[in-house]
């Protein structure tokens, strides 16, 4: 070999070790983008591109409960792994937009038990009677699965010294909306019940609806209780009972326009959200497409009274 080209394999492995280790720098930094709040020693949340997750992590394993991302899902194991011995890993995927849904986040593949309310699973392409279809591009490219376990009503874990309940509700978001009870910590997940960011989706093309969403939140705005939502920080009932209150006032605000015949634009016009928009206009929800969201209950007639228990 001569000397030049001895020059030029030099040049090319040094090119190929510099791009490893930009990748590998690339994914720490993914790693280090997972936040982590310790609640107890047994239970953490962490906070991810994708959403919160709450875990229960202990002597018996660990469960998951919420919607981690693809790119946490090293992190997580690595850090779950550091505070149980067992292997055992249970994680129940909350229901997302199809847009923003990673599947599994890889935990099967990992050998976890992965499970998902049935009708989530079912907008995915899983729980069919019969062969299940192919996964979406989205899924092949992120190198997911959709979950192999379906529910139904209840999923309850005895684990880790806590009893958890996960429990279906009436359609709010969607009609797979379930909550997570963690009843030793008084800690409960919402989901995108709460969203946390901003201001609530109602996805009438996933079963949900306004009456739905608000009787869910009734049952938490207890200041006793932790509350984890779909993204954003830790809090309390408290939040809960003015996101829910801030919900009603609107919705409160559009029935009598639309009575009197006003269409959706006049009624956007009126900016019937702008005293609550500093604190709950900055998330995947804009204040017009809430709007529009509560127009749409009233035109639909699926709450054709208004009345909201």
Not at 38 to 48: G, K, N, W
Not at 178 to 199: M, N, Q, R, S
Request: glycine share 10%; net charge neutral.
């Amino acid at each position: 070999m001569t000397f030049r080209q001895t020059c030029a394999l030099l040049g090319v492995i040094t090119l190929i070790l510099v791009t490893l280790a930009l990748a590998g720098r690339s994914a720490v930094g993914a790693e280090e983008s997972v936040g982590v709040t310790e609640i107890t020693p047994e239970l953490l949340v962490f906070t991810t591109t994708a959403g919160n997750v709450v875990a229960s992590v202990g002597h018996d394993g660990a469960l998951l409960v919420g919607t981690p991302s693809t790119a946490s899902t090293s992190y997580i194991s690595n850090l779950l792994r550091s505070r149980t011995k067992s292997a055992v890993r249970y994680v129940v995927i909350a229901p997302q937009d199809l847009a923003h849904s990673e599947g599994d986040a890889g935990w099967g593949r990992r050998g976890a038990f992965v499970a998902m309310h049935e009708n989530a699973l079912q907008r995915l392409g899983g729980n069919v009677m019969g062969a299940p279809s192919p996964l979406s591009r989205r899924f092949t490219e992120l190198g997911v699965d959709r979950p192999r376990i379906a529910f139904s009503e209840v999923v309850a874990f005895d684990i880790n010294g806590e009893s958890i309940h996960v429990v279906h509700q009436k359609p709010g978001y969607s009609n797979a909306d379930a909550i997570a009870h963690f009843h030793v910590a008084k800690l409960i997940y919402l989901g995108e019940v709460f969203p946390g960011d901003g201001y609530p989706a109602i996805d009438p093309a996933q079963g949900g609806t306004l009456e739905g969403l608000v009787n869910t939140l009734d049952g938490w705005t207890d200041s006793a209780f932790r509350i984890v939502p779909a993204r954003g920080k830790v809090t309390n009932g408290a939040d809960v009972k003015a996101f829910r209150d801030m919900i009603v006032t609107v919705r409160d605000r559009v029935k009598p326009l639309v009575a009197a015949g006003r269409d959706e634009s006049q009624i956007l016009a009126e900016h019937l959200t702008a005293d609550f928009d500093a604190r709950w206009g900055h998330g995947r929800v804009q204040p017009d497409q809430f709007v529009r969201e509560i127009y749409s209950v009233f035109k639909s007639g699926s709450v054709p009274d208004g009345r909201i228990n």
